[in-house]
């Protein structure tokens, strides 16, 4: 990876299936996620699983637009219910490594593949099936700090 890409997007949530909320700052706790969000409280929807991986999602902006061309659907990155929205950066890359958002620093854990929950939430036909292989990331906080929109999102050297 010769480049790394920018944060274009925070969003959280307290409730399982409750709008996504736009954020521009938001403090990202270590070992659990991005204050205030669901996942980080353990009430998301699939907080009970357990495993890596469950802190926090990302998605490239570049996938959510494919995702409108293909599907043919007015779809919205919030909409996505992914944390943090990236630009420039292939998120697939990061699987397996340590990247740093601004001063935070998070470890892809997997690829965020779609669920049906997502397409039944928005009631949008054809989402689910647009999102397939670019569904994003999900990744759990190695070191805490504060995210801000802009912020470079780069990887880390590998040891």
């Known amino acids: 990876m010769d480049r790394g890409g920018r944060l274009v997007g925070i969003y959280t949530t307290p409730d399982r299936g409750a709008a996504m909320r736009a954020r521009s700052r938001v403090r990202v706790i270590e070992g659990l996620g991005l204050a205030g969000d669901r996942y980080a409280a353990g009430t998301g929807t699939y907080s009970a699983r357990g495993g890596s991986g469950r802190a926090v999602t990302l998605i490239a902006r570049e996938a959510v637009r494919a995702v409108v061309e293909d599907a043919r659907v007015e779809f919205a990155e919030h909409e996505t219910r992914r944390n943090l929205v990236t630009e420039g950066i292939d998120l697939p890359d990061l699987i397996g490594r ?29 989402v689910w099936r647009a999102l397939v292989e670019r569904g994003g990331l999900r990744a759990d ?3 805490g700090g504060t995210l801000e929109l802009g912020a470079a999102v780069v990887a880390l050297p590998t040891a």
Not at 110 to 126: A, I, N, S, T
């Open 98 to 126: 340590a990247f740093r958002v601004g001063d935070v620093v998070l470890y892809g854990a997997r690829l965020c593949p779609p669920c049906g929950y997502l397409e039944r939430l928005l009631d949008r036909p054809g």
């Open 141 to 143: 906080v190695v070191r």
